[in-house]
């Protein structure tokens, strides 16, 4: 593997990680208005990533007016969208600022176990992503210059995400090394699902608008079923939505300009 897609491995953890720091240096809970901005911000650029980053590429896979270009993408789309939502119906979870227990399989597991595992699930399409454009750049269908812009997105909307996850964290009793540590321990399942993605593509190329899609399945599949509700919630949900445009623009413009 080359420096940069390295580093693009790693960006998604680093930047969930810096984020998960603020347990460390502030006393009190991100604000409420202030979270609406930042999970409305990590909206847009989720969304944005997963047209520009993932879906375009897998429609351009193929020549224009071949109906594989519109057929294999939908397909893929659709069955990330189910990945997902099987993972959210089965696996026991509870989601940040929430008190209601989501999942029909039963465990004892601690309320702060299973804030852990919603974050997971939430983790785990960005590094399907990621996986799945590293393996594209190294087969020669991408180029590694559009992997490290998805990187950076994904590490610039995990630096609030982590924050947002760590803080929670502190308010059911842990200390601040042990939120630090729980958020930076939410972002590992990023470069564990990337190396997962990585070589279960590699080595057959032919999957790769199947893959591609797939993993925009799964992100819009995050973005409307936790992020947006969750930003939404309460007063002033206009925020939420000017969050929303300001990370929408920035993926977009990381990844048409410097494409």
Not at 27 to 36: C, F, T
Not at 57 to 78: C, H, M, R
Request: hydrophobic share 55%; with cysteine.
């Amino acid at each position: 593997m080359t420096p940069i897609i390295i580093i693009s491995l790693f960006l998604p953890l680093i930047g969930t990680t810096l984020g998960s720091a603020m347990a460390l240096f502030l006393k009190k809970e991100i604000s409420p208005p202030a979270q609406k901005i930042l999970l409305g911000f990590a909206s847009g650029v989720m969304l944005a990533a997963s047209i520009w980053s993932l879906l375009q590429p897998a429609i351009e896979f193929y020549e224009a007016g071949d109906f594989k270009s519109y057929i294999i993408p939908a397909i893929g789309f659709l069955v990330g969208i189910g990945f997902l939502l099987l993972l959210d119906y089965l696996v026991p979870h509870i989601h940040v600022n929430a008190n209601q227990e989501e999942g029909i399989i039963k465990s004892r597991t601690s309320k702060i176990n299973k804030m852990m595992f919603a974050v997971i699930i939430h983790n785990i399409p960005e590094g399907l992503a990621a996986g799945i454009l590293i393996s594209s750049a190294l087969t020669g269908h991408m180029s590694e210059q559009a992997v490290l812009i998805l990187a950076i997105g994904l590490a610039i909307q995990n630096l609030p995400e982590g924050a947002i996850i760590s803080m929670p964290l502190r308010k059911e009793g842990l200390s601040r090394g042990k939120a630090f540590f729980y958020g930076f321990l939410s972002g590992v399942v990023e470069p564990i699902a990337s190396l997962l993605a990585l070589l279960a593509t590699f080595f057959v190329t032919t999957i790769l608008p199947f893959t591609l899609a797939f993993a925009a399945g799964c992100m819009i599949y995050v973005v409307v079923e936790e992020l947006i509700p969750e930003a939404n919630r309460g007063e002033h949900s206009n925020l939420a939505t000017i969050g929303l445009a300001i990370g929408f623009v920035l993926m977009m413009v990381l990844d048409i300009a410097l494409a």
